[in-house]
């Protein structure tokens, strides 16, 4: 099944060619006949899928006939990288078309954005914060929206932002088109999407796609050593884009020194950092004049970066779900990827409810020239919390993925990670 299935317009069709997409990923199968049908669409994705496409080329179909006027579809995205990037995939699918999109987020000038509606726009991606003041200040008008797509709905949730896309709704039209994304559904995401979607039709993709092109494993280590073990694996991956999470802005920004320091070509994107420098990193990323880049959770997320070779957890995600997004960076369009993560003694909990989702025991892994023994010295990265820090005895987490070995059967539930 192609393309041509879905009786796109031509220059829609060309745009597609030109951006190389032969095939429709799963999503775009399932989603692009219910969104140009009008439906109410709830789709359980993740970045990474195909899923801007999926709502891009339906709307840009809709709005082809018509002659440009005021704001028509409105996207709001969780983070300024992930706006960029869905303007981004608008603008190339556009490209043989009148419609304009543009992009809006804090952090950048206000006056541009606003004479950029005065110009007239069709589509606006917008983070929820400055799209509330265009709002309030009345140089925005929404009240011709015909379609709302709420992306990344769960990471909006997880940001604070519910409060603020229902006061957004209230500026927009009862009548419209309601599309949400997300690649879990806690709680109060099924509450929003009780109250935005009418009779919504459900596409449900990459319950366990990242399984498939991912491989997983474990490094048990102290946590002062952790910096030197992440040096170790960075010679043994070789060269291609590795993307390293830590916990912290602070760690993550410590981190990308300390391995420039060392010789390796890195730079890091925290929220710290200013709209300019967390695009100047993506981009050196994106070029290859960064091998790595180091990150938290918050900016990295939604982030498209194709042909990550590499994730490595320098600390472990806080949740199962934030694993899933955080390897989702990786075994992309097909290509292989592995995901390394760096585990203590008091991530233990956390590993289980990982294992749990991924379905079996992740591999546990040493390094064996790694000398694991080594004490804390003075100038260590981060002090141990006790005596010789926060080693896993050897055969810890062997002993416990013996025990989920046994319960490789017991998949999760649905409400436990990934759908
Ligand atoms: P998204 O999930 O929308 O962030 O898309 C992830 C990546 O897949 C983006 O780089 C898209 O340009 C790319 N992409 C989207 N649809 C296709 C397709 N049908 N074939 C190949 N690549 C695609």
Redesign the pocket.
Known sequence: MG?ETFGLNRNLMAA?AA???????P??KQAIPLVMQGRDVLGL??????????FALPVLQRFLQAKPGPVRALVVAPTRELAE??HG?FQ?LARGTRIRSTAVYGGVGFNPQASAFKRGVEVVIACPGRLLDHLRQGTLDLAHVEVLILDEADYLFDMGFLPDVRRIIGYLPSRRQNLLFSATMPTEIKRLAGEVLRDPATCRIGADAPAHTVSHALYPVAQHLKTALLMELLVQVGSGPVLVFTRTKHRAKRLGEQLAKAGHRSASLQGNLSQGRRQAALDGFRSGRFQVLVATDIVAR?I?I?KVSHVINYDVPSTPEAYIHRIGRTG??GCSGAALTLVTREDKSVVCSIDRVIGSPIERRTLKDFDYDRPVSVSADVRPRTGRGSFPRRGEFDAHAGRHGKAAGDRPKASAGRR
Request: hydrophobic share 30%; aromatic share 6%; glycine share 14%.
């Open positions: 393309f597609v951006a190389g997409y032969t095939t429709p990923t999503i775009q994705a993740q970045t990474g899928t195909g899923k801007t496409a999926a990037q869905i995939e190339t939604g498209d194709s992309r369009a």
